[in-house]
């Protein structure tokens, strides 16, 4: 099946840094690519949506200047957390429909901030 | 705007038992509904979508719309279903777009 990976899987950052994280379909393209947000044994909550050459679209009270994306190719995506705090931690998740399949999820990245 | 309600944050069942996870979603159009589940460790996977109407692992789910539900059931709870379970919706009307997701239930099948 399709396969969807994401980079680094963990990550550990000081507070004022900013960290990317990347999210590549492995074996199709995906001019759409979803990053999402997940607290420990709680839901996933949409960030933005991510358009392969265009300007990401982000969702209500997400701060697009603190969460930059780049939608580089037709199989990358990247997150860049900027100027981190550890308010940012949690589990971040894209996710990359596929055309005539199903959406696939990547294995998520856990991003401490110190 | 959408919404999705699962009630239950924890369900336990002991093997063998059926088991019925409940969802409930608000939307005014026509909407599409998924399970996804989460195994320890594992990244999320599609289930089940309502449109298919199939049977995965055993599981089932029905869209009901009158009652606005997408309960995810089994009759026969095995230890491997153990996991984290979400409902969500797409309301694009596709699977493409983007998701919204219920608070999950763990689900824990005691042997």
């Known amino acids: 099946g399709a396969v969807v990976s994401q980079h680094p899987s963990w990550v550990i950052c000081k507070s004022g840094t900013s960290v990317k994280i990347e999210c590549r379909s492995l074996?199709?393209?995906?001019?759409?690519m979803f990053w999402y947000r997940q607290f420990p044994k709680q839901s996933l909550m949409l960030m933005a949506t991510?358009?392969?050459?265009?300007?990401?679209?982000?969702e209500q009270g997400v701060e697009k200047d603190k969460f930059l994306i780049n939608h580089a190719s037709l199989t990358l995506s990247t997150l860049t957390v900027t100027s981190a705090h550890p308010e940012d931690s949690s589990f971040y998740i894209c996710?990359?429909?596929?055309?005539?399949?199903?959406?696939?999820f990547g294995p998520g990245t856990r991003l401490t901030v110190t | 705007a959408q919404r999705v309600t699962q009630p239950e944050k924890l369900l336990s069942v002991f093997k063998g038992a059926p088991v019925e996870l409940k969802c409930n979603y608000s939307y005014s159009g026509s909407p599409e509904l998924f399970w996804y589940v989460q195994y320890s460790r594992q990244r999320l996977q599609l289930l089940l979508r309502h449109i298919s109407r199939e049977s995965i692992k055993g599981f089932t789910a029905d869209l009901n719309k009158g009652e606005t539900s997408f309960h995810l059931k089994k009759p026969f709870a095995q230890e491997e279903d153990s996991a984290m379970y979400y409902c969500?919706?797409?309301?694009?009307?596709?699977?493409?777009?983007?998701?919204?997701f219920g608070q999950g239930t763990i689900l824990t099948v005691h042997p």
């Open positions: 991510s358009n392969e050459g265009s300007k990401a679209t982000y």
């Open positions: 074996d199709f393209q995906a001019t759409t």
């Open positions: 996710s990359a429909p596929r055309q005539g399949h199903e959406q696939y």
């Open positions: 969500a919706l797409n309301a694009g009307g596709t699977s493409y777009g983007k998701l919204t």
